[in-house]
């Protein structure tokens, strides 16, 4: 069945279905699933329904009542979904706000990110803020905190970096830090971090952090700034 386009200029609200190109240019909603080669948005989307896509691009604000699937997720500006985000690279610069999981393959963040379960990814690469209230779950996860106090309940990965990083008013009040229960990894890099145990093979523990437990295999070392209670080789 050929798929016809969907278009949307000014405002109106549409029902859903299956199409080859959604734009809209304004204020536009689809008020029931909809399944799609290309989703484009300048302006302000509200979409009712699950979403499937090759490829979903906003320049503005959506908002999504259901899930997302789509092989490449491009946000400038803000998302909110209240369901699951899933797609192989997704790009976010500015806010994004999911009440579900986020899976993919790559993550890159420039801006603000909360996920209220888990975030599983192959790449995870943030430099803002972020909230995660499960685990974050990634081969290599690369964390710039420019600003206020970012929250997960536990990190996995293989190669783990978390530095603090100015912002672009290069103001040091602007600096951010982090706590989490646990840190779990290969290689781990940290600055300003709270966490009660990290463990892995080898360990710097940078500038800034407040840590209860290390546990490593290899190699640990420590800033002098930082504080850890106990290590121990295991």
């Known amino acids: 069945m ?20 959604v734009k809209i240019k304004g204020d536009g909603t689809v008020t029931s699933d909809i399944d799609c080669q290309e989703f484009k948005t300048h302006g302000n989307s509200e979409l009712l329904g699950n979403v499937k896509a090759e490829s979903f691009i906003i320049y503005g604000t959506v908002d999504i009542k259901e899930n997302l699937k789509s092989n490449i997720v491009k ?9 699951d985000i899933s797609g192989h690279h997704i790009l976010i610069r500015g806010n994004g706000e999911i009440d579900g999981n986020l899976y993919g393959e790559k993550v890159e963040v420039k801006g603000g990110l909360s996920v209220k379960e888990n975030c599983e990814v192959e790449i995870f690469q943030l430099d803002g803020g972020f909230q995660i209230g499960g685990l974050l779950n ?28 100015p912002s672009f008013l290069g103001l040091s009040k602007q600096f951010g830090k982090m706590t989490t229960e ?25 500038p800034g952090c407040e840590i209860g437990i290390v546990e490593y295999k290899e190699n640990f070392k420590q800033h002098k700034t930082s504080t850890v209670k106990e290590n121990k080789k295991i």
């Open 2 to 21: 050929e798929r016809r386009n969907l278009n949307i200029f000014g405002s109106g609200s549409y029902s859903g279905g299956h199409y080859a190109k």
């Open 75 to 83: 946000i400038n500006g803000t998302m909110d979904i209240n369901g």
């Open 138 to 165: 990634a081969g290599n996860i690369n964390i710039g905190m420019k600003y206020g106090e970012s929250r997960v309940t536990e990190i996995g990965g293989e190669s783990i970096t978390i530095r603090k990083k």
């Open 182 to 206: 646990m840190i779990e990894g290969d290689i781990i890099y940290l600055e300003y971090t709270n966490a009660k145990v990290v463990r892995g093979n080898k360990i710097e523990i940078g």
